[in-house]
């Protein structure tokens, strides 16, 4: 069965300052990993996606995420953060030959100037 | 634009009541799916449908409902049998690895 786990309920930065959001997962075969943004009381905005190929996934609004095999983690970075980056944050797995994403339960990222 | 339409965005429902909840894409994508989104739980699969006239039960589908009479359209009711109905429901539609997500709809048991 697929399974995602976003160890952190919530991170907090400081403007300016790097920011990781945790996520490790668990799928039989291959993984295609995903992370998504959400604002309040809005839907779930596509931030990037690994699929195959160089293990360093490049996303919207300056996000990054590395694809880690042998410690089964997707963990989504940003160099520089900003207080607009405030939301929260899921990490998302599906096997590659079905459909269904799972989701984690989501990190609240607080980003104070 | 192409993309997901939900509606209403606000739902109230009263004990005892069905409601449905409406979705419809027109980004010509498959597979339609129903999540539900309570806080600190991130979302739970309800239903989903891979193809017109079939669809599968996910993680809670007790208690909802779900059809797919069209590619474009798979409406969720919730049925007087679902206990606790009150969250946030998203619908979501993909063709390959490409997911997209409508803008919720809220409904709560009053």
Same mark, same amino acid.
Do not use: W
């Given at each position: 069965a697929q399974s995602v786990a976003q160890p952190?309920?919530?991170?907090?930065? =400081? *403007?300016?300052?790097?920011?990781?959001?945790?996520?490790?997962?668990?799928?039989?075969g291959n993984p295609y990993l995903f992370w998504?943004?959400?604002?309040p009381n809005r839907g779930l905005q596509f931030l990037l996606k690994y699929i195959t190929g160089d293990n360093l996934v490049k996303g919207s609004y300056g996000f990054? =995420? *590395?694809f880690n095999k042998s410690q089964t983690s997707f963990h989504l970075k940003k160099p520089s953060a900003l207080v607009s980056d405030s939301a929260l944050y899921f990490c998302a797995v599906k096997w590659e030959y079905g459909n269904k994403l799972v989701f984690g339960a989501g990190t609240i990222l607080r980003v104070k100037s | 634009d192409g993309g997901i339409t939900q509606s209403p965005k606000y739902l109230f429902r009263k004990e005892g009541q069905n409601v449905t909840l409406s979705?419809?894409?027109?980004?010509?994508?498959?597979?339609?799916?129903w999540y539900r989104q309570d806080p600190g739980q991130g979302l739970r699969l309800i239903y989903y449908s891979q193809i017109v006239n079939d669809f599968q039960k996910?993680?809670?589908?007790?208690?909802y409902s779900v059809s797919r009479e069209k590619k474009e359209s798979f409406p969720l009711t919730v049925t007087s049998a679902q206990k606790n109905p009150t969250a946030?429901?998203?619908?979501?539609?993909?063709?390959?690895?490409?997911?997209?997500?409508?803008?919720?709809?809220?409904?709560?048991v009053v």
């Open positions: 952190e309920d919530q991170v907090n930065v =400081a *403007e300016g300052n790097p920011l990781t959001v945790k996520c490790t997962y668990s799928v039989s998504y943004v959400q604002y990054e =995420a *590395e | 979705c419809e894409q027109n980004l010509n994508h498959d597979a339609m799916y996910g993680d809670i589908a007790e208690g946030f429901y998203l619908c979501a539609s993909s063709q390959g690895t490409g997911y997209t997500f409508g803008s919720g709809t809220r409904l709560t």
